[in-house]
């Protein structure tokens, strides 16, 4: 099973700033198959990035996904209010399982 | 649009079962497969396994394996994931997904059920 471990758990931001969100797995994922997904309290899931780099549709540029191998990153150029939430990366490379990491958790400073 | 649509909150005394329906819309529904994940309360989201629409393939998180049984219905578009031997563990929300893989074992998902919140409680 590939464990994917998140940093930071919780990140503290101000609007405007850029957020960088880290997923590192225990082994090498297959053709970055990985997606990310930010959720709200009380919503489900949404999902934002998948291959690593590929936006979901609707998903505004300021959103942007790398990595490759067993590390992988999410970032939000310029935070708005609507951003703050928990985000999740997963990993569909290796299956079974397929794995999500803890969470990170993006709260306005 | 796209819309999946839970079945309502169940209440469960320790080793009943619990069966979830997912009814799906506004899409060719044996073109995308399903998955089940869960959320227990305050904790993060936990794959439970993947279901083709096309075949009925499945493939379950090791963890479900024996206890889980995930199936679906074309004629009424409509997914379930039954779970047996519940304990208090189990407490969680349960969430369907439309996921982009319908052939192999899963992939990511692109739209979300509503989820279901399952309280295994004695």
């Known amino acids: 099973e590939i464990v994917l471990t998140q940093s930071p758990g919780t990140l503290s931001l101000s609007l405007g700033e850029r957020a960088t969100l880290s997923c590192r797995a225990s082994q090498s994922i297959t053709s970055s198959y990985v997606a990310w997904y930010q959720q709200k309290l009380g919503q489900a899931p949404r999902l934002l990035m998948y291959?690593?780099?590929r936006r979901a549709i609707g998903i505004p540029d300021r959103f942007s996904g790398s990595g490759s191998g067993t590390d992988f990153t999410l970032t939000i150029s310029r935070l708005e209010p609507e951003d703050f939430a928990v985000y999740y990366c997963q990993q569909y490379g290796s299956s079974p399982p397929i794995t999500f990491g803890q969470g990170t958790r993006l709260e306005i400073k | 649009q796209v819309q999946l649509v839970q079945s309502g909150a169940e209440v469960k005394k320790p080793g009943a079962s619990v069966k979830v329906s997912c009814k799906a819309s506004?899409?060719?529904?044996?073109?995308?497969?399903i998955t089940w994940v869960r959320q227990a309360p305050g904790q993060g989201l936990e794959w439970m396994g993947w279901?083709?629409?096309?075949?009925?393939?499945?493939n379950y998180g090791l963890k479900f394996q024996g206890r889980v049984t995930m199936t679906t219905d074309t004629s009424t578009t409509t997914a379930f994931m039954e779970l047996r031997s519940l304990t208090s563990d189990d407490t969680a929300v349960y969430f369907c997904?439309?996921?982009?893989?319908?052939?192999?074992?899963?992939?990511?998902?692109?739209?979300w059920g509503q989820g279901t919140l399952v309280t295994v409680s004695s």
């Open positions: 279901i083709s629409t096309h075949n009925a393939k499945t």
């Open positions: 997904a439309r996921d982009r893989d319908v052939l192999w074992f899963g992939e990511f998902v692109d739209y």
């Open positions: 291959g690593a780099s």
């Open positions: 506004g899409y060719s529904f044996t073109s995308y497969g």
